[in-house]
């Protein structure tokens, strides 16, 4: 049960990392425009984020050992996620109002401005999905026998998580909603996630001597 639990929610939680990356560049592009920089701008963010997120996680994880923990980081980061469309266009637009409105803006900062932008916007909340993946493999090997099973299935449907977001964002979504209601329905999400972390706490809570979790 802990690894059927932890599956769906590394699944759910790659799916909405790939729908802010895909949605993300998306929405950068109306500012920044179009162009090579905004993606390579965008998949930077989104991987800087997973490395940091995957690092955090698993420390984390070695201290706190309880999935109750996860829901203090996925819940603010589901509010900021539902928020996005209230804040960050005036976070983009001071971004591109620090240069000049006479003077063409330098090559370098028309490779730099996406960056800052997508960093600005994506890189918290992508960080804390990050982390559920080396999280939930912690929580879930209790025997080191198991260790490399469970870490593969956990990385697994993390990544067929990403790919179901990948084609859902850019075949359906897309289609049927708007940017910023596709940032809400993401937030909220998100934030449902750490309440299944509530939920889960007791599945994954450390076994005491005695039998039974702690």
């Not at 759910?12 to 592009?29: K, N, Q, T």
Request: hydrophobic share 55%; with cysteine.
């Amino acid at each position: 049960m802990r690894a059927a639990a932890a599956t769906v929610l590394v699944f759910l939680g790659g799916f909405a990392i790939m729908v802010l990356e895909i949605i993300g560049a998306r929405y950068l592009a109306k500012d920044f425009g179009g162009s090579f920089y905004v993606w390579v701008s965008q998949i930077g963010v989104i991987l800087t984020a997973l490395a940091l997120g995957y690092f955090a996680g698993g420390s984390l994880a070695d201290r706190w050992q309880r999935a109750a923990f996860l829901a203090w980081l996925l819940l603010p980061a589901g509010a900021f996620i539902f928020l996005m469309p209230t804040f960050a266009s005036g976070w983009i637009d001071a971004i591109i109002r620090r240069h000049p409105a006479a003077a063409a803006i330098p090559p370098l900062w028309q490779k730099l401005d996406p960056v800052l932008g997508s960093a600005a916007i994506f890189l918290l909340p992508c960080f804390v999905l990050a982390t559920l993946s080396p999280y939930m493999v912690r929580l879930s090997a209790r025997r080191l026998t198991h260790l490399g099973r469970i870490s593969g299935l956990i990385y697994a449907a993390s990544t067929v998580g990403s790919i179901a977001g990948v084609f859902v964002s850019g075949y359906i979504l897309i289609d049927h909603m708007t940017v910023s209601n596709i940032f809400r329905t993401t937030g909220v999400l998100t934030a449902s996630l750490g309440l299944r972390c509530l939920f889960m706490d007791r599945w994954f809570a450390p076994e005491v001597p005695g039998g039974g979790p702690g």
